[in-house]
């Protein structure tokens, strides 16, 4: 079984640039999630979605920060304009039921 | 704010040794699950743990829970090298979100 993609692995950008992550979910997981984890810090759900519709994005920078699900399956994360406490690894993750959550190996960015 | 808060943050012992890491958390939990973070890389769920459990086994894993001091323990007996990663224990809230906390850096010397 396939595990949950996710792509750049690493992005160097410089302040007020955009950058977008994609992620591609394991088959047939319905939920998924992106998190910010800031180093020596556990990761922060910064939004949940239940097939294409958002449940949870109370933590995300509404301002800066945007994502989508359009068809239920890939996801891009997306910040515009990116500033320098931005830089973090940003982990997707999916699950088919809620007790056990799968992780992508993240994308690394770093904000100049 | 953070559900839970591991201790210690950082760990060193030699290969064979036992690893013990602890969590604690604030609010009343349904269940309570320990995560593993290889350097550079994902989480990889290790093992869950529920409410009206007291230990639970996973190999060479070992969890406890004890809902009246709100506080859970994780501990990965004869180590490897492996072993080396950072843990962390997570709680769901009401509203079913993974709160993380900081997490314990184990380094297992071979």
């Known amino acids: 079984e396939a595990g949950v993609a996710q792509s750049p692995r690493y992005k160097i950008i410089e302040k007020r640039q955009s950058v977008a992550f994609w992620c591609n979910p394991i088959?047939?997981?319905?939920?998924l999630y992106w998190y910010q984890q800031i180093l020596g810090q556990g990761p922060k759900l910064l939004i949940q979605?239940?097939?294409?519709?958002?449940?949870?994005d109370s933590q995300l920078p509404k301002d800066r920060f945007s994502a989508e699900r359009l068809k239920g399956v890939d996801s891009t994360l997306k910040i515009q304009p990116a500033k320098l406490e931005d830089s973090a690894v940003y982990l997707c993750?999916?699950?088919?039921?809620?007790?056990?959550?799968?992780f992508g190996p993240g994308t690394r960015l770093t904000v100049l | 704010s953070q559900q839970g808060e591991e201790d210690p943050q950082a760990l060193s012992i030699q290969e064979g040794e036992n690893a013990t890491m602890n969590c604690s958390y604030k609010?009343?939990?349904?269940?309570l699950q320990w995560y593993r973070q290889n350097s550079g890389r994902g989480l990889v769920h290790l093992i869950l743990i529920r409410s009206n459990e007291r230990e639970k086994h996973s190999g060479r894993l070992r969890v406890t829970l004890d809902t009246s001091k709100k506080s859970s323990s994780l501990l990965i007996t004869a180590s490897r090298a492996a072993d080396t990663a950072s843990y962390f224990c997570a709680t769901p809230n009401q509203g079913g979100k993974l709160i993380f906390g900081q997490g314990t850096e184990l380094s297992v010397k071979p």
């Open positions: 979605f239940q097939n294409n519709g958002v449940v949870d």
């Open positions: 609010t009343s939990i349904n269940n």
């Open positions: 088959s047939g997981h319905a939920t």
């Open positions: 993750a999916s699950s088919l039921r809620p007790d056990t959550q799968y």
